[in-house]
């Protein structure tokens, strides 16, 4: 209670002097001189401080919102549209500006609607200076490319000119030919295959002909950019929550994705999920494992004396069987039989062909994906194949098909690549593939030389990348390195380090000093972005679906949630590296509305376009909160609390801050 009321008074002072503060075109502090005004952010440590550096050459600490937007949703579209008459357009954009800069964000996070961007020029918006038809309010902003994600789902492009995918042939997912011996979490969008080289493709293609970046780079107003992000951290499972400390809660740390990739598939053919056929089968990070061996141990004998295992091959043992003969199709026939004359087939390997192009494949569990296809399975063991064309789908009369496949391999063979985790190779491998408790020492090594690595890949063509395309803006990596508040492992913060900017991190790392000092260690003198993730569901609509309030971010009142929040923010600044060094510029609030697939109260507003501040949130209909008092608010379920009264306060503080000695 003590550091409450001492924090609120702190507060209350800096809100009473804030907005008499002399900041720049970019809301940069001008009492705070950085060495350099380049046109463009950037990162300076001044002093012990590090600080954003606006274009003007001001200190700037970024207090951001994530994905602020109306229409997507079911219930806020609606609502917004009601309320201003629109739901993306000049008069809901201008209506959220007044509001995040009233509540003392200064920024526009990942994911926020481009009409609020200053890039934007729309003929429904006054014109500026220039002539140009532009975002009357302008504040700082983070842009973001996703290729994990676009590159396995490839989906066709509004910025080419035939829309049609960047790739001819989609990014694996490698783990979707995870082991059956791994029981732990697997994300639902996947992980991308780091290593195809058509990783790197997409995402030049992205930063060449996304309609955002070719604006982006057109437009007058580019210098509002703070930064560019790169990719969700749902889609970077593996650097995730290491294994250092505990997640909060516990039961979140991420596995070794080493031990996942060493165990997995090394060919997949079909991808259910994203609809897609792969011609190249080859997984390319296991093959990267698998290479990475071979160079440090030269010959399999080498290995096996260091980790005390039993391979006979860096390769797979299993032999490859091509364009098998099924049948011939006569344009009616829509089902075929047949047994493989080589079983054992090998999961994930076996591929469909229509006259030699590609139809369907086999997506591990003893099923085959094809467009054209209604039904398709494959008996591993006994080599029994069944395929059922869909309708209209018969294959021509006099076209032959055929199934290619691996005999023996993944899972069966005694090479390499054939590892599978199976139970006679927990000896060296271990079976637990989270902390590696039970992993042989040298193997562990070589784990964490390969997580280095598949990082490393990751994160040097997102540098490259978007260096190339954009030469002086910030690298801020993806949106969370790290999870559930906890750091990333230490290789994956090394090659951050190296390939990145500013450290965008997991939220709570302030409550956690040995963590910040853990991520200093590794990541290097360099600053950092903190996620915010505060949630109060029994104080908000979600209460029927209220958690523990020892959920991570979760509260038992908006009140307490704010309290939290700014109670956070007062020693943000403060905190430092082993070194002395303090490393935080910013941070960002998860998300600006509340979550209707997480059934969540992470937002700023409710799904009625309430903001959270004891007034606007409530049963009644009564005029909105200044600034935007000529609309009506309201007509929620219940009555709730007041989140945004700390989160103003909160805001202002670093406005009070002394120019660096």
Same mark, same amino acid.
């Given at each position: ?7 609120? =008074? ?58 602020? @937007? ?98 001819? @042939? ?59 992000? @790169? ?74 004396? =260091? ?14 069987? #091509? ?312 007509? @929620? ?13 909160? #805001? ?10």
């Amino acid at each position: 209670m003590k550091r409450f009321l001492i924090a609120l =008074a702190v507060f209350t002072f800096a809100n009473g002097i804030a907005r008499g503060q002399d900041l720049d075109d970019y809301g940069g502090l001008k009492s705070i001189k950085c060495d350099n005004a380049t046109g463009h952010f950037i990162v300076e440590k001044l002093g012990r401080q590090w600080w954003f550096c606006t274009p003007q050459g001001h200190g700037f600490f970024m207090q951001g919102v994530y994905a602020i @937007e109306a229409a997507p949703d079911k219930t806020l579209g609606p609502a917004a549209k009601s309320k201003y008459g629109d739901n993306n357009g000049p008069a809901w954009t201008a209506a959220t500006l007044r509001r995040l800069k009233d509540w003392g964000f200064n920024t526009l996070g990942i994911y926020a609607s481009a009409h609020l961007l200053p890039i934007d020029h729309e003929s429904s918006f006054p014109k500026d200076a220039m002539g140009l038809p532009s975002q009357p309010v302008k504040l700082p902003f983070i842009s973001v490319t996703r290729p994990a994600l676009y590159s396995m789902r490839n989906p066709p492009q509004g910025g080419s000119t035939s829309k049609a995918p960047y790739l001819q @042939e989609p990014v694996k997912n490698q783990l979707y030919g995870a082991s059956r011996y791994y029981r732990g979490y697997n994300p639902a969008n996947g992980v991308a295959d780091y290593f195809d080289p058509k990783f790197r493709e997409w995402l030049h293609k992205d930063m060449e002909m996304s309609p955002q970046f070719k604006i982006l780079k057109s437009s007058p107003y580019g210098s509002y950019l703070i930064g560019i992000g @790169e990719d969700d951290g749902d889609e970077l499972f593996g650097f995730g929550a290491g294994d250092a400390f505990p997640s909060a809660p516990p039961g979140h740390n991420n596995p070794h994705l080493s031990w996942l990739v060493s165990t997995m598939s090394p060919v997949q053919t079909a991808n259910a999920r994203y609809r897609a056929l792969y011609a190249d089968m080859t997984v390319y990070t296991k093959k990267a494992w698998r290479d990475s061996l071979a160079a440090k141990y030269g010959t399999i004998d080498h290995l096996n004396k =260091a980790w005390h295992s039993t391979y006979t091959t860096f390769d797979s043992t299993g032999t490859p069987i #091509n364009r098998e003969d099924i049948g011939m199709g006569d344009g009616s026939k829509m089902s075929f039989n047949h047994t493989l004359a080589h079983p054992v087939a090998s999961p994930f390997s076996v591929a469909i062909f229509v006259d030699g192009s590609l139809v369907a494949g086999d997506i591990g569990n003893g099923k085959l994906f094809g467009p054209t296809l209604a039904f398709g399975s494959i008996d591993y063991s006994t080599g029994n194949l069944t395929l059922q064309f869909a309708g209209g789908m018969a294959p021509s009369s006099g076209k032959k098909i055929t199934v290619s496949y691996i005999e023996n391999g993944w899972g069966i063979g005694s090479g390499l690549m054939d590892e599978d985790g199976r139970p006679s190779h927990r000896a060296w491998l271990g079976s637990d593939y989270v902390f590696l408790k039970d992993t042989k020492a040298e193997v562990r090594s070589d784990f964490d030389t390969f997580l280095y690595a598949a990082a490393s890949e990751y994160l040097r063509i997102c540098h490259d990348e978007i260096k190339m395309a954009f030469p002086h803006t910030l690298l801020l990596g993806p949106d969370s390195i790290g999870t559930w508040g906890t750091p990333a492992r230490a290789p994956v913060l090394q090659a951050a380090g190296q390939y990145t900017d500013v450290l965008s991190g997991p939220g709570g790392l302030e409550n956690r000093p040995p963590t910040v000092e853990y991520v200093g260690k590794y990541f290097g003198d360099k600053p950092i972005i903190e996620g915010q993730y505060r949630a109060a569901d029994a104080d908000s609509p979600w209460a029927r679906y209220a958690s523990p309030a020892n959920g991570i971010g979760e509260f038992s009142t908006q009140q307490a949630r704010g309290q939290a929040y700014y109670s956070d923010l007062a020693s943000l600044r403060s905190i430092a590296y082993m070194d002395g060094s303090h490393p935080f510029v910013g941070e960002a609030w998860w998300q600006y509305s509340d979550n209707r697939g997480e059934r969540k109260n992470w937002g700023l507003i409710t799904l009625l376009d309430n903001a959270y501040d004891g007034h606007e949130d409530v049963k009644a209909i009564v005029s909105c909160s200044p600034p935007l008092e000529k609309y009506k608010c309201g007509g @929620e379920e219940n009555n709730y609390g007041d989140v945004i009264s700390f989160v103003r306060r909160a #805001n202002l503080l670093w406005l009070n801050e002394s120019p660096p000695k």
